[in-house]
């Protein structure tokens, strides 16, 4: 028996009972599999190796989709017999060489599944796998009714012409041409995009460790049926998709978009010239979020499944995947550490709640549930400025309280209360359900601080969040049909009720699963679905936007129910805006580019989140 079983402590590994499992001999090596030449329905077999990672042969990570946990399916590992998925058992047949063995990693046969401390210090290595093998393979079963092909000569085509744009346009932001019209509509009527559309709700995409075996590769090839298709070129084509090609309405999970951000943030020569000035690369807050809506089996792993993605390792190298603990004291480990190394409160954007959970007292309201899944936050994804204060540095100025860090003391200001709420907007409405609530609003006696001939203009700019898709001019024609559509109930020509129907489809993606609020001083705001009337809108000292608070009896104690987006009084000019003409002007947001809490004479205090 080799020493250094002798020093462990957890109970000894399961080749002691008979199983094929040595143990790993530290935490920098990886146990890997070697797949037996064979065809058709011969058995599966292969043998098991250990090896630090810095010194594995040529090898290739599967990246798969578990599916049931049912193992009724036999593969033969060092002459024992390791029960496995059916899905696994599919994906080893298609990958298995039929004169040659094949060297691969497989989560499920590589890691003892069964030996929780093994399994939490290879989780750990997961990114680091992924990132060093010599190919990934992302395996999308069985191609049925033959789209892999269709999708397979789109993305060849859309990847050659973006390479060669490419060559013209250099390295500058947003350079990237916009097709021409014809162009544009011959695109859009290419029946092979329901194809791609069938590629994107592969159930391999809702997975969540997917995102770092994919995203973290450098070399992944998808195989779909006998189809291959390099990833590089999928996403490169998804990405030009998403900002080039808005129009294209397709059944598009919110979480694709996550790929394509990494894209981005992993070849900036290349993105730089689709994307506009000053988007921020992503950090492990925005990975975190943009993956609430993935599957997976555990709810602790919605920290341990994407800490790969950490832009400073050194942030969390420290922590070890505990399976052993509850996943919301997984999530508040990490906020605790989070707050501690960084001095960052922009983690108190990422908040959100259900009305049962907002009331819950047994965890912090301010520690982000990574578990619970309603919209993307915003101040997360674009470089907003931090909200400052009278004294410069007031904003590193809070503490953890008490002992067990439940308690987050800040500084802010309470500026307003809640005074109307209105029902949660669901993707689906229309825009005349749109335009009865804007008649509601616009015929109540409440006050509001905004001029009565822009107030169209920044309803909508509430509800969109003040963002942008697709050409500026275009999104111009469609805003104003929109406003001219609230504004008079007008019947729109053919044209404006399609430009207006395109910036309503965007401006609804991002309003879903939130509600519109007035705020008793007149601001209008676009919050979190928890809201209620009467809630306390506050700015946070260190934060990026306004917050609603909940009231908990205790003076100056409250709980988060998240950020809002809330226009000030200050009026600007579009982002948009090439001419500064009328129809542009807008209102700033409230925050460090509007300050209206100023004006009204308001003190900061402390304020405690619990």
Not at 88 to 105: E, G, I
Not at 295 to 303: E, P, T, Y
Not at 464 to 482: E, F, N, T
Not at 522 to 536: E, K, M, N, R, S
């Amino acid at each position: 028996m080799p020493p250094f079983w002798k020093k462990r402590s957890n109970p000894p590994p399961t080749d002691l009972a008979g199983g094929p499992y040595h143990t790993i001999p530290d935490n920098k090596s990886i146990r890997y599999m070697v797949l037996e030449a064979g065809k058709d329905d011969e058995p599966l077999v292969c043998s098991l190796h250990v090896s630090r990672l810095r010194k594995m042969p040529y090898f290739e990570a599967i990246s798969y989709v578990w599916g049931s946990d049912d193992q009724n399916h036999d593969i033969l590992c060092d002459g024992k017999i390791v029960k496995i998925t059916t899905n696994l058992q599919q994906v080893l047949r298609r990958v298995r060489l039929a004169t040659a063995s094949r060297t691969l990693w497989a989560d499920s046969i590589c890691i003892n599944q069964d030996d929780g401390v093994e399994k939490g210090e290879q989780v750990r290595l997961m990114g680091a796998i992924f990132s060093k093998a010599d190919r990934v393979l992302v395996c999308f079963g069985e191609n049925e009714d033959g789209p892999a092909e269709r999708v397979a000569s789109l993305i060849s085509e859309l990847n050659d012409m973006i390479l060669e744009e490419f060559t013209f346009v250099g390295e500058a932001w947003n350079a990237f041409p916009w097709l021409d019209l014809p162009a544009k509509e011959r695109l859009l009527l290419d029946e092979r995009w329901k194809s791609f559309e069938a590629l994107l709700q592969n159930p391999w995409f809702s997975r969540g460790w997917v995102v770092q075996e994919a995203g973290l590769s450098n070399n992944a090839v998808i195989f779909w049926g006998k189809v291959e298709i390099k990833w590089i070129c999928f996403i490169r084509t998804l990405t030009w998709m998403l900002r080039r090609l808005p129009e294209l309405t397709l059944n598009l999970p919110r979480r694709i978009r996550l790929y394509a951000q990494l894209y981005k943030d992993r070849t900036p020569r290349e993105s730089i010239t689709l994307y506009e000035q000053g988007r921020p690369k992503f950090e492990i807050l925005q990975v975190l979020d943009h993956a609430r809506g993935l599957q997976l089996k555990l709810d602790s792993d919605r920290v341990y499944g994407f800490l790969a993605f950490a832009e400073d390792a050194k942030l969390f190298h420290d922590i070890r995947p505990n399976y052993s603990l509850p996943a919301l004291a997984v999530y508040a480990d990490f906020a605790r550490r989070y707050l501690r190394k960084t001095l960052d409160l922009s983690i108190l954007h990422f908040v959100q709640h259900t009305n049962v959970t907002i009331a819950e007292t047994n965890v912090p309201s301010w520690i982000p549930r990574w578990n619970i899944y309603h919209f993307i936050t915003i101040p997360g994804e674009f470089s907003r400025n931090k909200i400052t204060s009278s004294s410069w540095n007031s904003w590193q100025k809070f503490s953890l309280l008490t002992e067990n860090g439940d308690t987050l003391n800040v500084r802010g200001i309470v500026f307003d209360y809640v005074h109307f709420t209105f029902g949660v907007f669901s993707y689906e409405a229309s825009m005349d359900e749109i335009g009865r609530l804007w008649r509601t609003i616009s015929r109540s006696k409440a006050v509001t601080v905004y001029p009565q001939r822009y107030r169209e203009t920044i309803f909508l700019q509430t509800l969109g969040l003040d963002l942008v898709a697709g050409d500026h001019s275009r999104w111009k024609q469609g805003l104003l049909a929109y406003i001219r559509f609230l504004k008079l109930g007008a019947t729109l020509s053919e044209q404006e009720k399609q430009n207006a129907s395109f910036n309503h489809h965007w401006i609804m993606l991002d309003a879903a699963n939130r509600r519109f609020i007035v705020t008793n001083r007149g601001y209008y705001g676009l919050a979190p679905l928890a809201t209620q009337d009467d809630d306390v809108c506050c700015i946070i000292i260190g934060a990026k936007s306004p917050f609603i608070l909940r009231r908990t009896g205790k003076e100056r104690y409250y709980r988060v129910v998240g950020d809002v987006y809330m226009p000030g009084k200050e009026l600007g000019y579009n982002s948009f805006s090439a001419t500064q003409e009328e129809d542009d002007v807008c209102a700033y947001e409230l925050g460090e580019d509007s300050k209206d809490w100023v004006e009204y004479g308001l003190k900061e205090q402390d304020i405690h989140l619990c």
